[in-house]
């Protein structure tokens, strides 16, 4: 085992947490599925139930996947809970349970899975906890990158998703299914990392991912209240090797209701950049 201390009676003791969790959370969904039947019974006739659950539940699953492209009607159902190794994970798989639970019962239903959701694309303005803008708020402090061929970018602009899901909801035409709204097609970073330079952050030159995680590490006071966080976050493979998902349908569904995903150029990254300034999250 890597770490100081961690023995391999720790990690059973946590597979064992882990397992209870999930039995403590199907219990849970099995308690509240009548909840959902009486919901539907009430509501039958109503087209007003959305919901929007992220895709952190497949990307746990990503690892054995290799690559592969998640459909947007992937049955989560099929997917089991114990494997998903945080609460926050879990919590997202039980609420698309009971929606579907609920659809079964008759009452129409849309399941949007958003994925990573970047600054608004009029004012740059950002989740100040989101990988991607601490891991090029980073990039641009230390002016340094990391080569990683795997390294892409899946953001969508979260104004345009807000648009998209009340668009979609207002329309009717995604209910009945689970669609993904995300971008289908992510950026490689080496093009984001470009998009920054032309935007006046020029990256100066490239390095390992070890070499540079441990620049971070080294140089941790240099990025400020953001440090330690972006420590963790580039220890994390997941950050390196993205899930990949499908979006046919959302791409079709949007087109449709006359909106346009906005494009990562060097003008929105821009924006990016100048409200990360602005914020003091990069000097």
Known sequence: MGGAGVTDGHCAALRRARERGAAVLGDALNQHRGDAHRA?????????????????????ENAEADGARWAENTDLGLIDIARLETGYAQTKWVAESLVWAAAAQGLPVA????????GDSTTGAYNPSDGNVLLLAACAVLGVAPEVPRWLFESSPVDFVAKAVVALASAGSTYGRAVHLTDA????????????????RPVKSFTSKAEWIAMLIERKVDLGTFGETVVALASDKAVWEPCLFDATEFDAAITAV???????DAA??????????ATGLIA
């Open 40 to 60: 539907a019974a009430v509501c039958r006739g109503w087209r007003c139930t959305t919901l929007c659950v992220d895709q952190l539940v497949l990307s746990w």
């Open 111 to 118: 399941v949007y899975r958003p994925g990573n959701l970047g």
């Open 185 to 200: 097609n992510p950026t490689p970073a080496a093009e984001v990392l470009a998009l920054m330079g032309a935007a006046g």
């Open 258 to 264: 006359g909106l346009e995903r906005p494009r990562l």
């Open 268 to 277: 929105l990254i821009g924006k990016y950049i100048r409200r990360m300034e």
